[in-house]
């Protein structure tokens, strides 16, 4: 067996997030789909956790309801023990298609969320400032998103909720549209910016390789209805080598875990 | 992408099609010999007499400022009255579900009447003279406006309503800072038709009860069986017409710069 142990429930410090009994239904008409089914999870401060999972496995429901944007059927979702009712500051989500403002400069992007504070222009200058260095874009700042890469855009949607001060990063499979040198940069950047800054971050992926590299932990959900599986700790050292036998050995685990319960899917 | 061609060669290859359609006209009616459609050049004079006069010395001798600046006033009454109650409106329909309910099924149903069939009820109840001519514009340029500044709305990216939302923006500013903005392309594209509408219903609405107003002058022409003064008047029109959206169009670019997609 490999790095991989189960998650050892040790943690006497207040979670930063804590989902317990997690039910989640969509109505449509006169059908009802179960996306989640009994969801439980703890996350601690600082930690970085991977919820991997085929399509259809509710890991951006579960994102989206830790965001705000969508409640729970049943169950409780706290962050440090107050309950989530809507969309906040600390919780910042990266989509995928980015979603920044067209209109808006790189600078004015960035500071929108400090701006809705009403703080004075030399602090948002400060503010955009500081993070655009932070992402690389310092000579992108008068550029509109249309002129931007893909990678680039990511950059300015992970400055703008860095600059709005989130304690906990949400991000939907952030670079899943992008090319492979593209995505291995933001990998690396991402980690270094986690490491700066020791932000909580949850990251939705359906590729291992990508959780691995990653993640201090890996939750592998699977589908109907979406449920958490498995939730591995990877004892891996950081900085990971992606080559090493250790890492393509966790990846293997991992994999396995994920395709098992396909495989029993389509036996069924 | 093919480079563009010099500058000269885009501006002969504009006209040419204009002059090609006047030499034709001007064949035409020679080979006819028809006595109700004049000659270009006749409605040439007749242009140079309408603004500065010297030729024929009539009663629309040296008028034609008279006339453009009287059309152009209300033009841009009903105009302006339009964009001030149809962008609101139409913010507010495509935002709130409650107030879609309520006004959007009565708007749906008048719309299909030609504003044109207005003028009767119109001449009620603003009376005969300009007001009549200013509702039918404003009548015009309504429902362009409305329904693109709906549209608008209606298809801003849900993302960017959460995305807003996370990074807190919420009530009347979120309509100032992402819904206005984020439908800014559709509503300037409702406020270039309802433009055009505008100039096409003021000659409408100056056909009956005012005495002046390009409208009026081609109306004019028209009992006074003067062809070349109802050229003229379609001719100061369509200048009028062209001249002001250009300026709609750079206002246009200069407000899409973010958006290389919707610049014209």
């Known amino acids: 067996m490999s790095d991989i142990t189960k998650t050892p429930d ?5 979670p930063v997030l804590s989902v317990s009994h997690l039910e989640k239904t969509y109505r449509m008409g006169e059908r009802t789909t179960q996306a989640l089914h009994d969801v439980n999870l703890s996350v601690n401060k600082g930690e970085f956790v991977c919820l991997i999972g085929a399509s259809g496995c509710g890991k951006s429901t579960l994102l989206r309801i830790l965001a705000g944007f969508e409640t729970a059927s049943s169950g409780t979702v706290n962050m440090y023990g107050m309950p989530i009712t809507g969309p906040g500051p600390e919780r910042g989500m990266v989509f995928q298609d980015f979603a920044l403002f067209p209109w808006l400069t790189v600078r004015d992007n960035i500071a929108f969320g400090p701006h809705q504070r009403s703080l004075p222009k030399a602090k948002l200058d400060e503010l955009a400032g500081y993070y655009m260095d932070m992402v690389g874009l310092t000579k992108f700042a008068d550029f509109y998103p249309g002129q931007l890469s893909g990678g680039m855009k990511q950059r300015v949607a992970i400055a703008r909720v860095l600059a709005n001060d989130c304690e906990v990063l949400l991000m939907d499979e952030p670079f899943g549209a992008l090319d492979a040198l593209t995505r291995e940069k933001l990998q690396q950047d991402l980690l270094e910016i986690w490491e700066r800054t020791r932000l909580t971050i949850i990251f939705v992926t359906h590729a291992v390789e990508e959780a691995v590299l990653l993640s201090d932990r890996v939750v592998v959900m699977t589908a109907g209805p ?6 591995v700790t990877l004892t891996l050292a950081r900085p990971r080598n992606i080559v090493s036998i250790e890492f393509n050995q966790t990846r293997a685990d991992i994999t396995r875990m994920l395709s098992s319960h396909v495989y029993m899917k389509a036996a069924a | 992408m093919k480079a563009a061609s010099p500058r000269w060669q885009q501006v002969l290859t504009a006209v040419a099609l204009p002059l090609i359609l006047i030499a034709g006209w001007h064949v035409g009616v020679r080979i006819t010999g028809t006595r109700l459609i004049p000659v270009p050049w006749d409605v040439g004079l007749m242009l140079y ?6 030729i024929y010395d009539d009663a629309y001798s040296k008028s034609l400022h008279i006339h453009l600046w ?3 006033t209300r033009v841009y009454a009903g105009f302006f009255a339009a964009a001030l109650v149809g962008i609101p409106l139409g913010l507010l329909i495509g935002r709130i579900k409650a107030i879609r309910e309520f006004v959007d099924p009565t708007l749906q149903l008048l719309r299909p009447v030609p504003v044109t069939a207005w003028l009767p009820l119109s001449m009620i109840f603003f009376g005969i003279g300009p007001n009549a001519a200013i509702f039918l514009v404003f009548l015009g340029a309504f429902y362009p406006i ?3 500044t ?10 960017l309503f959460e995305a807003a939302a996370m990074l807190g923006c919420k009530g009347p500013s979120l309509f100032r800072q992402v819904v206005l903005p984020a439908s800014l392309p559709s509503i300037l594209n409702g406020l270039r038709l309802g433009h055009g509408f505008a100039w096409i219903l003021i000659v409408v609405g100056e056909m009956t009860g005012v005495q002046q107003g390009l409208g ?8 006074l069986s003067r062809s ?3 050229i003229a008047g379609m001719l100061v029109i369509g200048v009028a017409g062209f001249a002001t959206d250009r300026v709609l169009v750079m206002l246009n670019n200069r407000l899409l710069q973010w958006s290389p997609q919707h610049r014209v």
């Open chain 2, 216 to 223: 009026a002058t081609i109306m004019d022409g028209r009992m």
């Open chain 2, 70 to 72: 009287k059309s152009f």
């Open chain 2, 49 to 54: 007499d309408f603004a500065f006069g010297g």
């Open chain 1, 10 to 14: 040790l943690n006497r410090t207040l």
């Open chain 2, 146 to 148: 409305v329904f693109n």
């Open chain 2, 228 to 230: 070349e003064l109802v």
């Open chain 1, 226 to 231: 979406g449920r958490i599986e498995e939730d």
């Open chain 2, 150 to 159: 709906t549209f608008g709305v209606r298809s801003v990216d849900a993302r």
